[in-house]
């Protein structure tokens, strides 16, 4: 087993870490939780950062200073404290898989000939910053009618991967 020596946030730079809890399950967005000191000069600057779609990055750093990127996810929500003369920001965020379940959809797939990947490779079109990998063996031919009835993209992804 590896040893980890340090978290590696960005583009927040924190200078002690209060509290970090990630949650991950199959087919849910991860979610995060995390809750440091920052330095009082970098606070205008990252609430500049938290007004518009923020991407956070935590990563652990072994002694050889090799990184594993443990969360990439957007920034939901946030709050700041100020206990005594400390400053405290804590993030709230989900990966950014999330951005797939914002909006519903009603389309239909009926080629009759689409493989699952061709499905996919139109829904990553439409979701810019998506990708997918997929093995060969679940990228057969949907011969029925398939519909996104009302599903978000997200939830339309799950349903394909369960045929």
């Given at each position: 087993m590896k040893d980890y020596w340090r978290l590696v946030t960005e583009p927040f730079e924190f200078l002690n870490i209060n509290f970090f809890h990630m949650n991950q399950e199959l087919?849910?967005?991860?979610?995060l939780s995390f809750s440091g000191l920052?330095?009082?000069?970098?606070?205008?600057?990252?609430l500049d950062m938290l007004q518009n779609d923020s991407w956070f990055k935590i990563e652990v750093e072994d002694k050889y200073q090799?990184?594993?990127?443990?969360?990439?996810?957007?920034?939901?929500?946030y709050t700041i404290n100020f206990t005594g003369q400390d400053t405290v920001l804590t993030l709230y965020?989900?990966?950014?898989?999330y951005l797939l379940d914002l909006k519903s959809h009603l389309r239909?797939?009926?080629?009759?000939?689409e493989k699952h990947s061709e499905i996919l490779s139109f829904l990553?079109?439409?979701n810019k910053e998506m990708?997918?990998?997929m093995g060969r063996q679940g990228d057969e031919e949907i011969s029925n009618l398939l519909i996104q009835y009302y599903e978000t993209d997200w939830q339309f992804m799950k349903r394909l991967a369960s045929h």
């Open positions: 087919n849910e967005h991860v979610s920052i330095a009082d000069n970098s606070l205008e600057e990252y090799e990184r594993q990127i443990l969360f990439y996810g957007i920034i939901t929500s965020g989900m990966s950014g898989t239909t797939f009926q080629n009759g000939t990553c079109k439409e990708a997918f990998i």
